[in-house]
């Protein structure tokens, strides 16, 4: 119930071509989604975030596409760069509950972006 | 800038020693933080909930007396990594939720001699 299942595992993409990276829960209190970037070394970023009323969110070259009925969501950048290789990880929570253990992550995503 | 300080970044210890690393937010107050292990390629395992004035909260397997962690003020929390040996050698990264969002710190490399 409280699992985030993340796809794929890894992922080498050319350089300008698009990655794609998804995510799915089981449960649905879960309402806000979030994604990290961490390189090697350092401590996730967030990177983009998104909540269940909207279908899609975008920030520069990311974009967040969410299907609440089937309970998943998936990263895209578009024109990806070398800089861009890093680990992608998913994640989500119950925002009203500001206490709680409730960001739960998925295993995470090797992106490779090749020059 | 970064919300969440984390401090040592790196640290070199013999084995049985102590280590202690510190997580402060920067600008807003955090009664909550949390406190991750992760391996090499792995994903970020919690260890515990600190919290602010309390105890804190341990994960199943997770050695209370060997991680101490102390919460004790809105912007503070350590973790003492107490008798370290080899097998704790490890990125420990601490979290902290503020204005709806969790930050992260950059994480502090432990390696046990």
């Known amino acids: 119930q409280q699992q985030v299942k993340q796809s794929p595992q890894s992922l080498i993409v050319q350089k300008g071509g698009i990655s794609i990276i998804n995510c799915a829960y089981e449960n649905t209190a879960f309402d806000y989604f979030p994604w990290y970037q961490q390189f090697p070394g350092k401590g996730p970023a967030l990177l983009i975030a998104?909540?269940?009323?909207?279908s899609e969110k975008k920030e520069g070259r990311f974009t967040i596409s969410f299907n609440k009925s089937a309970k998943q969501f998936s990263l895209h950048i578009m024109d990806s760069q070398p800089g861009d290789s890093a680990t992608y990880f998913c994640a989500a929570s119950i925002s009203r509950d500001n206490y709680g253990q409730n960001f739960v992550f998925g295993p995470g995503t090797r992106l490779s972006v090749l020059p | 800038g970064a919300v969440v300080s984390q401090h040592p970044s790196r640290v070199i210890c013999k084995s049985g020693t102590s280590v202690k690393i510190e997580c402060r937010s920067l600008d807003f107050q955090a009664t909550t933080m949390f406190w991750y292990r992760q391996f090499p390629k792995k994903s970020l395992m919690l260890m515990a909930t600190s919290n602010e004035g309390s105890k804190a909260t341990y994960e199943q397997g997770v050695e209370k007396d060997k991680f101490l962690i102390n919460h004790a003020s809105l912007t503070l929390s350590t973790l003492t990594v107490t008798s370290a040996h080899p097998e704790d050698s490890s990125f420990y990264i601490c979290s902290a939720r503020g204005r709806g969002e969790l930050f992260f710190g950059e994480g502090s490399r432990l390696t046990v001699l």
């Open positions: 998104i909540r269940p009323d909207v």
